[in-house]
């Protein structure tokens, strides 16, 4: 799996410099309820690649399933619904991942997961699924040091197709 998706990045037209954002318009950011993170942050990286009908059918389907998701698990459930993903444990990848209009389910901040949906001037964007669902800045150390700390795992859905990325020089009013 992570040998396909090594091989969708170098052959992607979708890769930009550091300073592209994902973004998920507030109406398509999927509200994590009952504790169900993962499946949440799995849903918005579905819709970032354009599944928006399986992202509903696997949040109906998941979202009430809080026990405390690890990579096996979801990584099961995945497979259960034909999604092509990897489950990575490098910067690297994430990094990819962002570039190449993908975006990552990432572990982050104790025992919570979020969407990593940019990289710009050395800081990680983040979506929140939970509260107000905006987006945290965090230096890239500093969100790095967290994911280590939370697990140090995260999904890339590999099916679908890269979301167009888009340049912002202020991402001040980003949380539409």
């Known amino acids: ?6 091989l ?35 849903t918005n990286c579905l819709r970032i690649v354009g599944l928006g009908d399986t992202a509903d059918k696997f ?12 990579s096996q698990g979801i990584s099961f459930k995945l497979d259960k619904f034909n999604i092509k993903h990897v489950i990575v444990h490098d910067e690297q990848s994430l990094i990819n991942a962002v570039k190449c209009g993908r975006g990552a389910a990432v572990t982050w901040a104790g025992r919570h997961c979020v969407t990593l949906i940019g990289i710009r001037n050395g800081n990680a964007y983040l979506l929140e699924n939970e509260g107000s ?9 500093k969100f790095l040091s967290s994911w280590k700390r939370s697990g140090h795992w995260a999904v890339i859905v590999l099916s679908g197709q890269p979301a167009k990325m888009i340049k912002q020089k202020n991402l001040g009013g980003f949380d539409d």
Not at 12 to 23: G, M
Not at 59 to 70: H, I, M, V
Not at 133 to 141: E, L, R
Request: with cysteine; net charge positive; charged share 15%.
């Open 1 to 6: 799996m992570l040998r396909s998706f090594l």
């Open 8 to 42: 969708l990045l170098l052959m992607s037209t979708s890769v930009f410099a550091e300073n592209y954002f994902i973004h998920i318009p507030s109406q398509y950011r999927q509200h994590n309820s009952r504790n169900s993170c993962v499946h949440a942050s799995v």
């Open 59 to 70: 949040w109906a389907t998941y979202k009430g399933d809080w026990n405390g998701e690890n």
């Open 133 to 141: 669902m905006k987006y945290h800045i965090q230096s890239w150390a």
